[in-house]
């Protein structure tokens, strides 16, 4: 059940179906940030790419399913691409596999620099410090802090550090919050329809575990 509810969350929030990858750690966007960079549990050039999937570019692993890696700043509040790479592989002459990230960037914006994402609203999560606990699913692995940002229109609005404790009492007090809304109905409906065990229970605690990714501000102190 577990899977299937994984997947779900990957066809809702960004419109891909690859059930053979969904139990694969997978690389993070990158992001800088008050001149650190940082890995991305967030994906903020999916909604680009979900209407227009005819862009995506091809699969190249089941550790990249997006396809790309995204590179993201904040600069002077507001949230720009800066580039997007790919991993490019090759055996060299003594049978050795290598492999090295290979820009696309110039492929999709010729003539831009940087490119500002008013698409997209919602809250970045940068895990950064002492890994927790590592899970090889997604972005599921855990990390001892963390940064928020929440983005409205691809302008930056607020951010927020917690360490791994208070990272997850936030998300518990977001769920409650989130739980009286009529999206939160929306989604509950949706993801009861599509999965085949209807544990009512087990449903609340993948919202509950994934609020972040369905809530687009912060919704609680």
């Known amino acids: 059940m577990k899977k299937t509810l994984i997947l779900i969350l990957i066809t809702c929030t960004f419109g891909i179906l690859k059930a053979e990858n969904i139990v694969t750690a997978q690389y993070p966007d990158k992001i800088t940030y008050n001149g650190t960079e940082y890995n991305l549990n967030s994906n903020p050039l999916e909604p680009y790419f979900n209407k227009n999937p005819e862009n995506r570019p091809s699969m190249v692993s089941t550790a990249l399913w997006r396809g790309y890696v995204g590179h993201f700043e904040i600069i002077e509040n507001e949230l ?29 914006f010729p003539r831009q620099e940087k490119v500002k994402i008013d698409w997209f609203s919602g809250i970045l999560i940068l895990p950064h410090g002492k890994m927790v606990e590592y899970v090889h699913q997604g972005y599921a692995s855990t990390y001892s ?77």
């Open 80 to 108: 720009y691409l800066t580039d997007m790479k790919i991993p490019v592989g090759h055996t060299d002459d003594d049978g050795n596999y290598k492999q090295k990230w290979v820009s696309i960037y110039r492929m999709y």
């Open 145 to 221: 802090k963390y940064w928020l940002l929440e983005i409205e229109n691809g302008t930056f609005n607020e951010a927020r550090k917690y360490d791994n404790k208070e990272f997850v009492k936030f998300k518990k007090r977001q769920f409650e919050v989130f739980e009286k809304t009529e999206e939160y109905k929306k989604l509950y409906t949706e993801l009861k329809e599509n999965d085949e065990y209807n544990d009512d229970e087990f449903i609340k605690s993948f919202i509950s575990d994934f609020v972040i990714n369905y809530t687009t501000k912060f919704l609680t102190e």
